[in-house]
T-cell receptor
Framework: SQQGEEDPQALSIQEGENATMNCSYK?????LQWYRQNSGRGLVHLIL?????REKHSGRLRVTLDTSKKSSSLLITASRAADTASYFC??????????FGKGTTLSVSS | NAGVTQTPKFQVLKTGQSMTLQCAQD?????MYWYRQDPGMGLRLIYY???????DKGEVPNGYNVSRLNKREFSLRLESAAPSQTSVYFC????????????FGQGTRLTVV
């Protein structure tokens, strides 16, 4: 199992701006997953990108994966106050457990 | 479907007391996990079970035991609670495979005094 490292640790933006957060990992993976956690609640899965994919979209979310650099980024476009949450990445290799990093805390102010 | 259900939601224990946190899922998932979350520490894996009848240690297993009672249920036991075990505990489950997401319970807030 391996842990992803999210960067930055905290991000503050205005409503309508884009938010970008990054994830780095160390060994080969089958896929990389992004999750969101609203204050005090369980994590909710946002998007999964497989190792043979470079970019994936879901609504206002765009995820990229660069396996040569062992990194991924999550872009949230046109952020809203409701996007305020912590975001976690989980690099996954088949046969291992799902491990999470410390996350990026996003604050979107109106 | 209820998804992943954790009980209790809140608990206060005295140092040295024991308790069991319960987790049940109704999605026929074979993998189940227990995490703890402390301020500024993200989620740390305590134990996981890749399938019924198997359990493995995670990053922070000391002071905990687990039981995979059947495919649906995965319990976490604190035999002698310590203040350092004050945390929010999350259970999760997923269908083992390369491209499957995890589903989380709502958490158990445990305070050890």
């Amino acid at each position: 199992s391996q842990q992803g490292e999210e960067d930055p640790q905290a991000l503050s933006i205005q409503e309508g701006e884009n938010a970008t957060m990054n994830c780095s990992y160390k060994t080969s993976i089958n896929n990389l997953q992004w999750y969101r956690q609203n204050s005090g609640r369980g994590l909710v899965h946002l998007i999964l990108i497989r190792s043979n994919e470079r970019e994936k979209h879901s609504g206002r979310l765009r995820v990229t994966l660069d396996t040569s650099k062992k990194s991924s980024s999550l872009l949230i476009t046109a952020s809203r106050a409701a996007d305020t949450a912590s975001y976690f990445c989980a690099p996954y290799q088949a046969g291992t457990a799902l491990i999470f990093g410390k996350g990026t805390t996003l604050s979107v102010s109106s | 479907n209820a998804g992943v259900t954790q009980t209790p939601k809140f608990q206060v224990l005295k140092t040295g007391q024991s308790m069991t946190l319960q987790c049940a899922q109704d999605m026929n998932h074979n993998s189940m996990y227990w995490y703890r979350q402390d301020p500024g520490m993200g989620l740390r894996l305590i134990y996981y079970s890749a399938s019924e009848g198997t359990t493995d240690k995670g990053e922070v297993p000391n002071g905990y035991n687990v039981s995979r009672l059947n495919k649906r249920e995965f319990s976490l036991r604190l035999e002698s609670a310590a203040p350092s075990q004050t945390s929010v505990y999350f259970c999760a489950s997923r269908l083992t495979g390369r491209g499957t997401e995890a589903f989380f319970g709502q958490g158990t807030r445990l305070t050890v005094v």
